[in-house]
C-alpha cells in the first residue's frame, strides 16, 4: 500500500542553525501538508501546498519557515533559524484531489525534530 | 476559529468491551471529519473519513457516527483488544479551506 515517507526520523540540530526536513508524498496526491506536534500538545497545522504554491499557512508559519517541492517527488519544510521552540515532531500529510471518493489525509511517520 | 475538544483524555477498558470515543466542535461548518490512531512516538494513521453530509461511517470494528448541527462525533471500537491500546485522535477540516484541526487525543488502554 502507498504511503507517506519522510527523512530524517530523527534530527538534532544546535539554536540558530538551517534544517531541512524531507517529505515524499503519495505518488498521485496533489495537495501537501505539513503539521506539527509539540510534546504532549495537540497536533497543529502548518502549512498546505498545492499546484507549487502555499494554498494555505497558520500563523506558526512565519518567515523562519518554508516549503518547496524541488521535483516531482520530494516535499520539504525549511526551518532558516531554528529555536528551542521549534522542537517537535514534524508530520508531512498528502491527499488525493477533491472531488474524489475520498479526501481523506495520510500522514507520514514524522521526524522528531530537537533543537539544543 | 475551530476547536476540537475530546473527552476523556484517557480511558482504561478490560479486554472485550466496546469503547466508546468522543470528539466535539464548536463550528459546524465542516466539511469531514477524520478519526486517526497514534501510537507512541509514531505518526498517525487514518481510520475513518466521515463527510459532512453522512451519519456514519464503518470499518470492520469500528464505526464512526457524526451529528454535524451538535458539533459531535463518536468513535465506537467493538470487542476491544490489547493491540487497540493508542492514543485516538479526531480533527476536522473546514468547509472553507484544507486544513485539520486536531483535538486533543483519547488515551486508550485496553487491559488482557
Known amino acids: 500500500e502507498p504511503e507517506v515517507t519522510q527523512t530524517p526520523s530523527h534530527q538534532v540540530t544546535q539554536m540558530g542553525q538551517e534544517v531541512i526536513l524531507r517529505c515524499v508524498p503519495i505518488s498521485n496526491h496533489l495537495y501537501f501538508y505539513w503539521y506539527r506536534q509539540i510534546l504532549g500538545q495537540k497536533v497543529e497545522f502548518l502549512v498546505s501546498?498545492?499546484?507549487?504554491?502555499?494554498?494555505?499557512k497558520s500563523e506558526i508559519f512565519d518567515d523562519q519557515f518554508s516549503v518547496e517541492r524541488p521535483d516531482g517527488s520530494n516535499f520539504t519544510l525549511k526551518i532558516r533559524s531554528t529555536k528551542l521552540e521549534d522542537s517537535a515532531m514534524y508530520f508531512c500529510?498528502?491527499?488525493?484531489?477533491?472531488?474524489?471518493?475520498?479526501?481523506?489525509?495520510?500522514f507520514g511517520p514524522g521526524t522528531r525534530l530537537t533543537v539544543l | 476559529k475551530q476547536e476540537v475538544t475530546q473527552i476523556p483524555a484517557a480511558l482504561s477498558v478490560p479486554e472485550g468491551e466496546n469503547l466508546v470515543l468522543n470528539c466535539s466542535f464548536t463550528d459546524s461548518a465542516i466539511y469531514n471529519l477524520q478519526w486517526f490512531r497514534q501510537d507512541p512516538g509514531k505518526g498517525l494513521t487514518s481510520l475513518l473519513l466521515?463527510?459532512?453530509?453522512?451519519r456514519e461511517q464503518t470499518s470492520g470494528r469500528l464505526n464512526a457516527s457524526l451529528d454535524k448541527s451538535s458539533g459531535r462525533s463518536t468513535l465506537y471500537i467493538a470487542a476491544s483488544q490489547p493491540g487497540d491500546s493508542a492514543t485516538y485522535l479526531c480533527a476536522v477540516r473546514q468547509a472553507a479551506g484544507n486544513k485539520l484541526t486536531f483535538g486533543g487525543g483519547t488515551r486508550v488502554l485496553v487491559k488482557p
Open positions: 500529510a498528502s491527499r488525493t484531489q477533491s472531488g474524489v471518493s475520498t479526501d481523506t489525509q495520510y
Open positions: 501546498f498545492y499546484n507549487n504554491e502555499i494554498s494555505e
Open positions: 466521515i463527510q459532512s453530509s453522512q
